[in-house]
């Protein structure tokens, strides 16, 4: 069945397979693509955390691959992009089709099956860079060529397509926190979500022949608790808590601000149109023309917000606060050089100063006699 | 004058709701052929596990057609399996199908990107007004018995990890050290370590039975019955399956279609792996065939 929703993220009206309804609270995500090493210590962490079990050997719920060449399932976005074909963004809002909307007739979802061999490699092209590196290359700005890391985890899009294609409706959406979730009880394995999903975050256990994904740690979640992914990341890129809707977001919730009043941080593959609620602070140095097809027109807008932050101290309050709690921050405000993160309900969690205080020590210790290596 | 203009707008308008999604979506559609099936009465054991005995073979066949399922999305694209030969026989206790079909591929291999091939035999629980026969109606369920070409391999002991993966190499869990035992308490924590299995979803390959017994409540309402009590076997030999399916003719569970009566309906699906076939993806009976039971 085709229902008539919006979608803010393209803001217009689309077609998806159920009617519009909205969680009670939307978990959400923002990754910092700037600060992230590639370290992975945040996909060990979900590994070892949801998927050690047998079936599982291939699976990465979170993943952490290099652009533009690398890919988990391999060139997944290259083969549904060149399935969706050239779309336009308009002035205000996106004029192509959404794979929802191109879904060929009899199929409820723009698809398609990745090979089994696709899962195999979770880190083919890895730091691997845009273009050849010229003999007498030197640096410059921009840089003439590029890489970035993305990590990705389930999108727990607003309109999921694999909620959408599931035909046996064992895919839901929590009310409580917009958790998107296979019940693994009545799962029959047909792999419809699988197909469906974009951006790929639907794997298959050959041992229990069931669709397994994210879960966004939802008993971590429940009790106020940062993701596994989130909680354990080093480069402290992650920010997590809820997303409001355009038109009710707050200036203090920290999701809201860096999406919806800043516009730093966008979501992936808007054109999609599964209103992803995982969202990306662009990278400054890669090709604009890469990016704006990644996240959407506002890109440019973006970086230039981000690199303004020095001057923005809210903005660069909410950056530091950034990964500074294994606590979802869900309010914040930054006072007196110091940014605060607090619950909902108002308890402060964690306080960061916007510039680390200095201290200079002599050269000299004269009660040692000695001189000193570091002095700051 | 006014009923001669609005009555034809009504008429147009009534036509185009009726081809939206949403009224398909209410369309019950209930379909008998012509064709019937006629189950022979044969008394003593019967051939259950054996689809390659000349006691099949010799009854005589109803070749029935098959055309791709095109009502609910996902819908299947390209026809597969044209049509199937059934046979039926009957002991008074037990009913069996035998359903064989031409298949260049043996496919019954589980991973991301394979599919099984398999058959089902329906019935609706109310013979007097039967439902939608390809996943029942609103209220008005079908009963289901499902074979799948995988399921019965892994009954046989195939681990598709095994066969996929055969230099695979991970950590053994703790609690399975070689040459130790598992205490029932680590037995729990592996079992919780397969989502699947700890619910005890019935569709876990080795835990399912070879035919599965399932009502069907149109397309999303599908449930695995406690009581399964139907017994089958498939072989594929030179590029054809030979597949039996037997349930009881007399069952206490209400969940069962009643065969009792002597006549009944019948509809049938058909997977062909190789060519992606699951779920709904499946070429179907155009209607229910009559079902005659000889006693």
Known sequence: MS????????NRKMTYWYPEHRPGRQFAGVFDINKCIA???????????????????LMFWNNVETKPWGGYP???????????????????EYEGATVFEAAPKG???????????????????EDECSGIIEKGTHLKLPHAVWFFYLQRICNHCTYPACLAACPRGAIYKRPEDGVVLIDQKNCHGHRECMKACPYKRVFFNVVTGTSEKCIACYPSLESGKCNRCFETCIGKIRLQGWISTPEKAREDNPVDFLVHIRKVALPLYPQFGTEPNVYYIPPKQADPVFLRQMFGPGV???IATYKNAKNDPELLGLLLLQGSSDRVIERFRVKDGTAIGYTAKGAEIVRVPLKEPLHVRPYKDVALDVFRHNVT | MQRKIIFPILTVFLLLWYCTPEASAQKKE???????????????????TDPTSGVWLNLPASTVKLIPQDVQEPKLAAPSIGSIKVRSINNGSWIAFHIEWEDATEDFNLRADRYSDGVSVEFPLNPKQPPDHRMGSEKEPIHLLLWKAYQQKAKEGTSFLALNYPNRWSDYSPYELPGHSVSPAHAAEIKGL???????????????????EINAETWNKVTIQEDQDAKGKGTWKDGRWYVVIARPVITPDPQDAPLD????????ACWDGAKANQGPRKMVTEGWLSLEIGK
Request: overall charge negative; aromatic content about 8%; glycine content about 10%.
């Open chain 2, 30 to 48: 209930v379909k008998i052929l012509p064709e019937k099936v006629v189950s022979k009465f044969q008394a003593g054991a019967l051939p259950l």
């Open chain 2, 261 to 268: 009566g002597g006549s009944s309906y019948v509809a049938f």
């Open chain 1, 74 to 92: 391999t060139a997944w976005d290259v083969n549904i992009l060149s399935r969706l074909g050239p779309q336009k963004w308009g002035a205000d």
């Open chain 1, 300 to 302: 440019d807008k973006a």
């Open chain 1, 3 to 10: 229902h008539e929703v919006f979608n803010w993220q393209i």
């Open chain 2, 194 to 212: 397969l989502p699947a299995v700890a619910l005890g979803n019935p569709i876990v390959p080795g835990t399912a039975p070879v035919v599965e």
């Open chain 1, 107 to 125: 199929e409820r979802v723009l698809q398609y099956q990745p090979e089994d061999g696709d899962w195999c490699n979770v880190n083919l092209g």
């Open chain 1, 39 to 57: 370290c992975q210590t945040c996909s060990l962490a979900c590994k070892t955390t949801w998927t050690s079990g047998k079936g599982q050997e």
